[in-house]
Nanobody
Framework: QVQVVESGGGLVQAGASLRLSCTASGPPGSILSMGWFRQAPGKAREFVAAITWNADNTFYGDSVKGRFTISRDKGKNTEYLQMNNLKPEDTAVYYC???????????????????????WGQGTHVTVSS
């Protein structure tokens, strides 16, 4: 069973930066790609970013391109989401997600599909004040 734990949320002002971390643990070979989603109150869960095993591919949601950067430390099974120039509309609960290692490879066309991600963290709150 894969376990996923996020950290790093908080309350910041618009224009500030935050870095989220997510560490996944599980059987060998169970953690390949990793991703981030977010959910604002009253809204659907939204894809934010994802990264493949060798970090050779990264994907971003349109609303965060150019401001957020995803990276990972394979040795620690940890991924990071560096969030710069935060805006009030970035306020949400941010979830780390790990897709099944037996599912399809992440591509630009499928990376935002919730059903691909089998393991989810509890979420970390990010609040951006104007």
């Amino acid at each position: 069973q894969v376990q996923v734990v996020e950290s790093g949320g908080g309350l910041v002002q618009a224009g500030a930066s935050l870095r989220l971390s997510c560490t996944a643990s599980g059987p060998p070979g169970s953690i390949l790609s990793m991703g981030w989603f977010r959910q604002a109150p009253g809204k659907a869960r939204e894809f934010v970013a994802a990264i493949t095993w060798n970090a050779d591919n990264t994907f971003y949601g349109d609303s965060v391109k150019g401001r957020f950067t995803i990276s990972r430390d394979k040795g620690k099974n940890t991924e990071y989401l560096q969030m710069n120039n935060l805006k009030p509309e970035d306020t949400a609960v941010y979830y780390c997600a790990v897709p099944s290692p037996y599912g399809p490879a992440l591509t630009a066309s499928n990376v935002g599909r919730l059903a691909l991600y089998d393991y989810w963290g509890q979420g970390t709150h990010v609040t951006v004040s104007s």
